[in-house]
């Protein structure tokens, strides 16, 4: 693990020289600088290497979301944090785009800390620095033009919260920009939810209006591809679930957004390391629960989970393994059944009710709840 590399910037003195006493016992595996002005930041920033930038908002001569912009632009790599008490309302939709995570003031240092080294531990094993920038430039993942309208369309005719819901959930790249900002203080208090429901009501309508308002829609070949296979992933992998069903159908549904998130130029550098090492490193950097980034970051391999036997790691790791043994029989042999028995499942069971769930999704009128899958039962093959 290499140092974590953290520049601070608020031009209050006293607040600084207060994270910088109980900083100092992290060294040498924080190297930890602060600067009273954003100006002189961006000059830092252009002779030093940064990981984290945690900011101020309101600043003299350049404010804290104009200086994370330039940043994001400039130096596309490093995670961008806000730290800030009081901030219009405006101030925080122009941060959607360019800001990783906001947290509020006042913050014990302990958490701020606990914060910066779940948002840096997935980065320190990403060794590519062009694609490390391409992920943390991200702004939004891919959505489908087709739900894109469809969702602005329903708040346009305040159409039923629950419906508004069902849209949402259909999308990989907006329920992760939901969870993500419900998750940390851009509109209020930051609450640990994966429920895209519960993000809404806790959201309101009106901000994730002012989502959609400034999201910025990009096109992906396989965003339909990728969006049926996560939201398959993410409905089997519930079924198996006996607690925290948010939390494993969340991780089930972005278990892949490295491949969403990746332009496909960048797709061959993806196969020489593990895709979910890289689909972790976007979540942490967003802020999403660590419970989920985990269940992300070792689905392929987890045995090299720090908990092998995590209940919400399991049940992904299953459910991607009968995704991919129903593409490709021969692929995952005896992986299934390895999977299962960590559950204490029949492997026989789990395979019946994936076989059930790829039948389902291919019945007439499914659509309005789950897309038309690409996957067969295995009688068909």
Sequence with gaps: MRVIRVLFVDDEPLLLRGIERPLRRLRPDWQVTYTTSAVAA????????????VS?????????????????????QVARLVLSGEARSTDRVRAVLDIHQWIAKPCPVRD??????????????IEDAELLA??????????????????????EQAAPLAALVTLLESDIGMTAKVIQLVNGAFFGTAQRITSVAQAVRTLGVEHVRAVLAAADVAYHPEVDELTER????????????????????????????????????????????????????LLATWGLPPEVVAAVAFHQDPSG???????????????????????????????VDARAAALGLSATSCRAR??????????PGISSTMPSMTFLPRSTR
Excluded at 56 to 75: E, I, K, S
Excluded at 116 to 125: N, S
Excluded at 135 to 155: H, M, N, Q
Excluded at 310 to 325: G, I, S
């Design 134 to 155: 391409t992920l943390c430039g991200i702004a939004c993942l891919p959505s489908r033009l087709a739900f894109y309208r469809a969702a602005v369309r329903a708040i």
């Design 42 to 53: 961006l000059a830092l920033l252009e002779r030093e290497p940064v990981d984290v930038i």
């Design 230 to 281: 996560g939201r398959f992933v993410a409905t089997l992998a519930r079924t198996f679930a006996t607690d925290h069903h948010d939390d494993v159908y969340l991780a089930g549904l972005l278990y892949d957004v490295a491949a969403l998130a990746s332009p496909p130029s960048l797709r061959p550098r993806l196969a020489t390391m593990l895709e979910s090492r890289i689909a972790a490193l």
């Design 354 to 363: 994936a076989d059930a769930l790829a039948a389902a999704c291919q019945e």
């Design 56 to 76: 101020d908002v309101g600043m003299p001569q350049m404010d804290g979301l104009v200086f994370l912009r330039t940043a994001r632009h400039r130096f596309p």
């Design 305 to 335: 989970a720090p908990d092998p036997r995590e209940h919400r790691l399991c049940c992904v790791a299953l459910a991607t393994a009968l995704a991919t043994e129903l593409r490709a029989p021969a692929t995952l042999p005896g992986i």
């Design 112 to 125: 701020l800390v606990e914060v910066i080294e779940r948002t840096f531990l997935p980065r320190g094993a």
